[in-house]
């Protein structure tokens, strides 16, 4: 993979190096972009919707909630006809200051940043921290185009406690780590790309302030913390169209070492193939994805079977969406079924279904009203939800949720 990816940047040199065609050069220029919403959400979760808070005590079950992310996008162009430019995501992402007595939003934190080369005939290089080719630049098969994205969407920033959200795979699921992402041109409507990181986690110069179980660069952790190593990615896709039909299809290839624990169980490499399809005509767009392989929910790594892990099985995941669009009008629905080992001291998999209906309408360009409704379930036997341990209780949590709120993208 280290060979394929020093060929690219040589490739990518060649280009800014190289003779080239001759065109008009354009000097970078600087555009502001980003999103502000704001939602309205009304929640009924299991746990007398109060779960992780103090006993006797319960949440109300409505909020309102904004966040808002501001994007620094910049472009140019050289005379021997390579493009360039690079995007910075800064988000605040509805963090607030650790004190009982603040609630402002303080906290600011970068989301995606990188920087990218390319040239028509050779592709594009991306170097910074983004998402790779499977779930970001060629990402297949998850339609998220209604509301605020129904399963992918706002409705985790309103449901209390971990256990109670699902890992699932969708576009962006992994972590934004620093990487090198190449993608080719298109040949007869197909093109491949493959990106590689060699931590999961970011940093900036040494990748960490201390030799830590947090130090992205750490190559052993005590008490079983799993974490991906040397992450890489493939992917092909084709794009085309037939008798008014769209077509967008990819398959693609997920794998990473794990890092090693000096104290606790070891884990598994992290190893999955992904296959998704698009397929548009006449305002409806459809979007399906299969994703299995040696992972738990999310491309969480998993740890190798024995002593107090008892389960190790594969993840496997079906994900389907709809949409149709209609002047200023979209409406949808999308869902998924997640079969994963869940909770490793238990021997029953866990099973994680989330499906919802949306959707939203463009007020002004640029300017949405939204809605939508989404029904998240879970169940595992013998492990317990609320408390996040083993036990024959609260072996099957939901939520349920309806969010409605506006949103401006500029």
């Known amino acids: 993979m280290r060979k394929i990816l020093l060929a690219t940047t040589a490739v990518a040199a060649a280009a800014l190096f190289g003779p080239g065609v001759a065109s008009a050069q354009e000097a970078p220029t600087v555009r502001v972009g980003g999103y502000f919403r704001f939602n309205y959400a009304f929640v009924d979760q299991s746990g ?208 990473s070492d794990v890092v090693t624990n000096s104290t606790g169980q070891s884990g598994k490499q992290v190893s999955a193939g992904q296959a998704g399809v698009n397929l548009s005509a006449y305002g409806f767009l459809l979007g399906a994805n299969y994703t299995r392989g040696s992972s738990n929910g999310g491309y969480a790594p998993i740890a190798r079977s024995g002593g107090a892990i008892v389960d190790d099985r594969d993840m496997e995941q079906y994900t389907l969406g709809l949409s149709y669009t209609w002047q200023a009008l979209t409406v949808g629905a999308n869902g998924f079924i997640i079969n994963s080992a869940g909770n490793q001291t238990v021997g029953a998999g866990r099973r994680d279904r989330v499906w919802s209906v949306g959707a939203n309408y463009t007020l002004a360009p640029g300017l949405q009203v939204v809605a939508e409704y989404i029904n998240i379930d879970r169940k595992e036997a013998g492990f317990d939800f609320i408390n996040g341990a083993a036990g024959r209780a609260n072996n099957n949590v939901g939520s349920d949720v309806f969010l409605t709120g506006v949103r401006i993208a500029f």
């Open 48 to 255: 007398a919707n109060g779960v992780g808070a103090a006993a006797g005590t319960s949440t109300g079950k409505s909020d309102f909630a904004s966040d808002a992310e501001v994007h620094v996008i910049v472009t140019g162009k050289a005379a021997n006809g390579l493009t360039y430019g690079a995007t910075i995501e800064i988000q605040e992402d509805q963090n607030r200051q650790a004190t009982a007595t603040t609630a402002t939003k303080t906290s600011l934190d970068i989301d995606e940043q990188y920087v990218w080369v390319a040239y028509p005939t050779l592709g594009q290089l991306r170097m910074g921290d983004e998402d790779g080719v499977v779930l970001g630049a060629m990402v297949t098969g998850f339609n998220t185009s209604f509301g605020t994205g129904g399963f992918d969407g706002d409705v985790y920033d309103y449901i209390i406690g971990a256990n109670q959200r699902p890992g699932y795979v969708a576009g962006g699921a992994l972590a934004d780590s620093s990487k090198v992402i190449y993608t080719s041109p298109q040949f007869f409507g197909f093109d491949f790309g493959a990106s590689f990181a060699f931590n999961n986690g970011e940093g900036e110069d040494s990748g960490c302030e201390s030799v830590s179980a947090a130090c992205d660069r750490t190559g052993s952790t005590p008490g079983g913390v799993l974490r991906m190593r040397n992450e890489r990615q493939v992917a092909l896709r084709y794009r085309g169209s037939f008798g008014g039909v769209g077509v967008q299809a990819m398959v693609g290839y997920v794998g």
